[in-house]
């Protein structure tokens, strides 16, 4: 049986009128003191051991935490005063009126009612009368009994997922199965072996992970590794591991892509929060969150992660919790579950770009980009790459593909296709010779037309070409198509890098066969693909829009290049990168610029493309670095809806190397 508190009576000191202190006074300083936590401005008188102060504060500290969280005072007033005139002595009932604020948007409300006896002073005395406020246990809160209190928790929402083109989860909670060693299941003799013999099987340092295992507790499980349930990419079966000794496998879930290795550069990853992403969150993440540690899913995270719910619970006293009563639920606010990202990316594609890369050794990437819509659908890094996002935040000279800015600058001042220009096999520029690439047809050297320059990427011509044309006019060509440092494409990510301070013959020269200070990542070079296709300046997206979620948290930012929010445009410096003409990029110059890549594909250097389905044109791009003897190879195709880019940071020619990864890629389409 519950123990009650015996009534205490409460003696309120008040501002003292001509009459004395009113019944309103002293409810309106009882209100202050239980507002403020703090009743020692109050003289209290009680007839037992109990202790208003100590019951105060042991039963509303964790609503107290939760305001002070909030950044949001609770409040108790009074609500109503009714005196008994009648009686004698006189009596009130005071309603005081709560509010607990448990998030900053959101507070617990109630009311409790107590009642009030004046009291004549001790006869003899001058001093007019007082009230006394009767305390129980439900002043502070609706059928609070003795020996209970709150508790404040929060509940969690769910996390949104990334989505695909097709607005299907990419990543989302897939089922998977925890390894490791589960030391009740052996003695302590036999845990290293155990754990040896695991980490063979499972490709762990045996001797590292044995450690581990040995200083762990008496009856940890300490985990190994964890694999998909489906496609778990490993050489070992659940049987073979489940059939060893001393091993535990565990049914779990995680927030994982379609595979391993799916866009996980562009997508990142989420897991539990770290001590400093708790640390720089102000309070608003917990030990225990899960949080986007990378990627889209750190871009993000507070669109994706919700925002929590609280509930309020009325806890049993002690012995009755031991009796088997349950908490009681008083107060609740529903949990918003995170938003929804949705992406550019189709799956088909994007694990196909990856097949294809599976066996290149430097860093690489694939990118594709559907003109019509800008959706950037394929965005893969190879495994040289080791984790860094070559395919949206590479930088690198581009090579001959960059002739296609170069071309558009050309047609802009008054130079067509058909025009001849000169072509020698070397061309000395302040004392540096530049040739062509090995094997370049003699027939297509001399006097040719623009056209046929192009298609066989004759370097000597461009640089002569391109002598008299301003490095302002390349840079706002590169921009009409596309070619700028922010691409606004919602993911971190880097275009290109045009300059205009180009000092010398022999800068320009570099910057004319894309070398030099010019630099473009592989999502830069595919959306100059993607601008000729389209007819238009396209402006790529990887990152289509947030969906759902609590309104403050889905509003999130596009990120820049270096994954932080992009400035508002106004606030760019005036000197920024060009960014394009007032007309920008007009259809008739973009037919232009894909006749002339159609004539790479039908008699030039992309000649290897010519029976692949579809393929319209493309242009192929080397690009020497360090001392000249290795180089980046570049490749660009349009085909259909897609414009691709292939990029290997070290390879032959663009034509030998980038070229049959090109065409698998647009083959198996």
Not at 271 to 279: D, L, R
Not at 296 to 316: C, F, I, M
Request: hydrophobic content about 40%.
């Amino acid at each position: 049986m519950t123990a009650l508190l015996a009534p205490v009576v409460l003696l309120v000191a008040a501002c003292t009128g001509p009459d004395g202190p009113t019944a309103q006074d002293a409810a309106d300083d009882l209100a202050a003191g239980l507002a403020s936590g703090d009743l020692s401005g109050v003289v209290l008188v009680t007839d037992t051991g109990a202790d208003p102060q100590a019951h105060l504060t042991e039963t509303t500290e964790p609503l107290r935490e939760a305001a002070e969280q909030a950044g949001v005072a609770p409040t108790v007033t009074v609500a109503q005063v009714t005196v008994d005139e009648e009686a004698e002595p006189r009596t009130a009932q005071a309603t005081l009126a709560w509010t607990w604020p448990v998030t900053a948007q959101d507070a617990w409300e109630y009311t409790t009612t107590t009642s009030l006896e004046q009291v004549e002073p001790p006869d003899g005395s001058d001093e007019p009368p007082s009230w006394q406020v009767r305390w129980d246990t439900d002043l502070v809160a609706p059928e609070l009994r003795a020996g209970e209190r709150f508790d404040v928790s929060t509940a969690a929402p769910d996390r949104g997922a990334i989505l695909d083109l097709h607005d299907e989860p990419l990543v989302t909670e897939r089922d998977v199965w925890r390894i490791g060693i589960d030391k009740t299941f052996g003695t302590a003799s036999q845990w290293r072996g155990q754990a040896e013999d695991l980490a063979l099987v499972v490709g762990l340092d045996r001797q590292e992970y044995a450690d581990r295992v040995e200083a762990a507790g008496e009856k940890a499980f300490v985990e190994a590794i964890t694999i998909r349930d489906v496609n778990p990419g490993v050489n070992f079966s659940l049987d073979q591991v489940r059939g060893m000794d001393g091993v535990n496998v565990v049914a779990d879930t995680m927030e994982l892509a379609p595979t391993s290795t799916f866009a996980r550069e562009v997508l990142g990853r989420s897991g539990p929060a770290t001590a400093e992403v708790i640390a720089e969150s102000d309070g608003a993440i917990a030990e225990g969150d899960v949080v986007g540690l990378s990627g889209l899913q750190a871009d993000y995270d507070e669109a994706l992660r919700g925002l929590p719910g609280v509930v309020v619970e009325r806890l049993p006293a002690e012995q009755d919790a031991e009796a088997g009563e349950d908490p009681v639920e008083v107060f609740r606010v529903e949990p918003v579950d995170g938003a929804d990202v949705a992406t550019s990316f189709d799956p088909a594609l994007q694990e196909r770009a990856e097949e294809v890369l599976a066996d290149v050794g430097p860093a690489s990437a694939i990118v594709a980009i559907r003109p019509s819509t800008g959706d950037v659908v394929a965005a893969a890094s190879g495994p040289g790459s080791e984790g860094w996002s070559t395919a949206t935040l590479g930088q690198y000279p581009p090579g001959s593909t960059f002739k296609v800015v170069d071309a558009l600058a050309l047609l802009r001042s008054g130079v067509t296709p058909q025009d001849t220009v000169s072509c020698p096999e070397t061309l000395t520029v302040d004392g540096r010779t530049y040739e062509n690439v090995p094997g370049y047809p003699a027939s297509a050297t001399g006097k040719v037309p623009l056209a046929t320059a192009f298609a066989h990427s004759c370097n000597t011509a461009f640089i002569g070409a391109m002598a008299d044309v301003d490095p302002a006019d390349t840079a706002a060509a590169a921009a009409d198509l596309g070619l700028v440092p922010d691409l606004g494409a919602g993911a971190a990510s880097f275009g290109g890098d045009v300059p205009t301070d180009l000092e010398g013959q022999t800068a320009r020269a570099e910057a004319a066969i894309g070398q030099g200070t010019v630099l473009a990542s592989p999502l830069g070079m595919a959306t100059v693909a993607a601008s000729v296709a389209a007819g238009e300046k396209v402006e790529p997206r990887l990152v289509r829009e947030v969906v759902g979620g609590a309104e403050d948290a889905a509003a999130a930012p596009s990120p820049s290049p270096s994954g932080s929010p992009s400035a508002p445009a106004e606030e760019e410096s005036e000197d920024a990168a060009p960014q394009g003409t007032p007309a920008g990029l007009t259809a008739d110059e973009a037919d232009a610029l894909l006749k002339l890549m159609g004539g790479v594909v039908s008699e030039g250097s992309a000649s290897a493309l010519a029976d692949v389905p579809g393929v319209v044109g493309a242009k192929t791009g080397t690009a020497q670095y360090g001392d000249g003897s290795r180089q980046h190879v570049w490749m660009l195709a349009v085909a259909d809806d897609l414009a691709v880019t292939v990029f290997v940071e070290d390879g032959e020619y663009g034509s030998t190397t980038a070229g049959p990864l090109m065409g698998e890629f647009l083959s198996r389409r």
